[in-house]
């Protein structure tokens, strides 16, 4: 085991209008106030020319088969894992706004026997595995009072509360393990000291000293 202590790698999860930009961007500035170094990412990353194709999609300017659009959304997160992996080994945190826990549930949530859970996780496998994510819960009625839908591709009723069901189902498989469940439907700064608290835990902690795991 080496002494050497690697940045952690940190995901902020949760449906549409729980709060995950606002509480992302509260994290990185947190932590840089603590002396870290620390990288700010989101998926979808638009600016790649995969991004810019999930982007075309998401705002209904191209249609995608279900299968191709999960598996670019996966690519997207492929192109920029070696940044991860580097920044992290290099003592560099890294937070991001949505990971492959989004890209699972929101697939899935379409309903088709031929894209189940299971299918849709099967691609992730192998990415950096995150020391914590942190699953911003909501209800779908506290969600609407923050604002009402946007034109986007999942922006629905329907499909929210599917995501949010599928999203309890992921809770229960391995990747449970790494999630930490937050009400957000408190006040941004109760939820933000909430945040804090377990992200400042995770800093201290001794699973930092080993190798970056990545998802099996
Ligand atoms: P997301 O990235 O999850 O879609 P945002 O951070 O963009 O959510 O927040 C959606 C809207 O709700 C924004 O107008 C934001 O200011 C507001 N908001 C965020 N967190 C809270 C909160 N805890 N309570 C009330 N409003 C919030
Ligand atoms: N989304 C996001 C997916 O369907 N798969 C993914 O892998 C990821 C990362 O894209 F509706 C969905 C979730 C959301 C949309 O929204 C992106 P934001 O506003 O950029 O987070
Ligand atoms: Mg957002």
Redesign the pocket.
Known sequence: MSTHRRGALIVIEGL?RAGKSTQHARVCQNLRNQGHRVKSMR??DRTTPIGESIGAY?RGESQQEDHVIHLL?SANRWEAAASIRTAIEDGTTVVI??YYY??IV??AAKGRDDLSLRWAREPEVGLPRPDLCLFLDVSPEVAARRGGFGN?K?ETSVMQKRVRELFYELVQLRDGEDIEIVDAGRGIEVVERDIMEKVVRLMAHTKLTRHLRIML
């Open positions: 549409d998926f979808p998401l959304f706004d949505r989004s890209g929101y697939s986007e999942y």
